[in-house]
């Protein structure tokens, strides 16, 4: 039964997709929702109940359903239906225990709006990752590209909706575009070090040499979003959530997420050094990859997040804001050394 101000489930709908994930003739099932995060574009909810079987057994169950509005990110128009898209394509046989997306129980699309009802992803996230966790998320990713890019399976050639393997570059592009960013670290009025200041237009000076250089890297299957919020680890195995920006792309970019997107600050050096490491190692169980004599993470990382961090400074509304912006460019600086 849905109670005050709940998320609506229809109950038999409800009911058949219990049946198939409990494995049992169910007849009846009460619900509760909880937000997990959301917004005006999505509504992501931790559902949670009780399931009645027809022989009288209770079974408790939980499940997350995520509905996601149409919206459009720039240079992907498509992306706000990937995962529906993803989902209900065969990509689900290609992961392994030790690497995959949460199962998927359910899937309705309309016009405008789809939603998933997929399984409740449980173990340690976020700022709660250690070191050796993220080691552990890069020698798996590793793994999971180098066996998808060696065996070339069918299921790769089926897949429609992926973004483009330029889109790092293009959105690169796109924000040095933008006059807020790109003349504030050429202006007398940014804060920042000039050493920094000097880290970014040098990537800038030398964008085409380094797009070349990455052009010779291998192209893979990204998950393009892959970072702490989207890693769970349990018992030695990788769960990652929100696959909408996963797409062709070259090997390395999602390392340089892992190392550097909202990484904890303190620990982004022995990231650099442990991670890239290991997603190598895992990656060369499938491939060798012993030509590759530049990999280079440390540009794509100035590519991806440099501006970002430029804009998240420049706005900031604390010094403290200004202050974990400034100190994480810093440390991408000492990575060069």
């Not at 909408?244 to 904890?264: H, R, V």
Request: glycine residues 6%; proline residues 1%.
């Amino acid at each position: 039964m849905k109670k005050s101000g709940e998320m609506q489930i229809k109950h038999e709908i409800l009911i058949n997709v219990l049946g198939d994930m409990l494995s049992a003739r169910v007849i009846h099932a009460d619900y509760k929702t909880t937000q997990l995060h959301g917004g005006t574009l999505g509504d992501v909810r931790l559902v949670i109940g009780v399931a009645e079987a027809d022989d009288g057994k209770k079974i408790p169950y939980q499940f997350v359903l995520k509905k996601q509005k149409k919206w459009e990110r720039y240079g992907d128009t498509d992306s706000w239906r990937r995962e529906y898209d993803l989902y209900t394509s065969d990509l689900g046989k290609l992961f392994g225990d030790s690497l995959r997306w949460p199962t998927c129980y359910y899937s309705e699309m309309d016009e405008d709006e789809f939603q998933i009802w997929i399984e409740y992803i449980e173990g340690t996230t976020g700022l709660d990752l250690t070191v050796d966790m993220y080691e552990l998320a890069a020698r798996e990713l590793g793994r999971y590209q180098g066996r998808l890019y060696s065996e070339q399976p069918t299921v790769l050639k089926t897949l429609t909706n992926l973004s483009n393997v330029d889109f790092m570059k293009d959105d690169y592009l796109h924000y040095r575009s933008w006059n807020e960013v790109y003349d504030y670290i050429r202006s007398d009025d940014c804060g920042l070090p000039k050493h920094l200041r000097d880290m970014l237009i040098d990537i800038d000076e030398n964008s085409d040499k380094i797009f070349n250089k990455i052009a010779k890297l291998p192209i893979v299957l990204c998950h393009r979003d892959f970072w702490l919020a989207n890693i769970f680890v349990k018992d030695d195995n990788i769960r990652l959530i929100d696959w909408d920006t996963s797409g062709w792309g070259y090997m390395g970019e999602d390392i340089a997420s892992l190392i550097a997107d909202e990484s904890e600050v303190d620990h982004m050096i022995e990231y650099y050094n442990r991670c890239i490491q290991a997603y190598y190692i895992g990656f060369s169980e499938y491939v060798d990859v012993s030509h590759i004599s530049d990999n280079c993470i440390y540009e794509m990382i100035l590519i991806k997040f440099g501006y970002r961090l430029v804009e998240n400074y420049k706005f900031s509304e604390t010094q403290d804001e200004r202050k974990l912006f400034m100190d994480t460019l810093q440390k991408i600086y000492v990575m060069k050394a």
